[in-house]
């Protein structure tokens, strides 16, 4: 069983920058790609970011790419996501997800296990 915490959301305004940490425990962490998600008021849960087991591939869903990077510290059981240029429409719960499989996967049901999620607000 994997534990995930998601931490480092807040208020930030336009254009302004957030880093989100998501700490594993209880599971052997490189085994797991892992994922960021997001779910903003009234709408659906959506695929942010992935990055496979070893940190080599990723890849990132349309609204994000150029301003988001996901990356991984397998030493330290964390994956992160750096976000720039931070836009209202990014205002979410965004969560963590962690997969079983050596693929860069972005459907959420093929995800094992997933942190409370963490609140992001971009004011403009």
């Known amino acids: 069983q994997v534990q995930l915490v998601e931490s480092g959301g807040g208020l930030v305004q336009a254009m302004g920058s957030l880093r989100l940490s998501c700490a594993a425990s209880g599971g052997t962490f490189g085994n797991y790609a892992m994922g960021w998600f997001r779910q903003a008021p009234g709408k659906e849960r959506e695929f942010v970011a992935v990055i496979t087991r070893s940190g080599r591939d990723t890849d990132y869903a349309g609204s994000v790419k150029g301003r988001f990077t996901i990356s991984r510290d397998n030493a330290k059981n964390t994956v992160y996501l750096q976000m720039d240029s931070l836009k209202p429409e990014d205002t979410a719960v965004y969560y963590c997800?962690?997969?079983?499989?050596?693929?860069?996967?972005?459907?959420?049901?093929?995800?094992?296990?997933w942190g409370p999620g963490t609140q992001v607000t971009v004011s403009s």
């Open positions: 997800a962690a997969g079983n499989t050596p693929y860069k996967i972005i459907y959420s049901y093929a995800y094992d296990y």
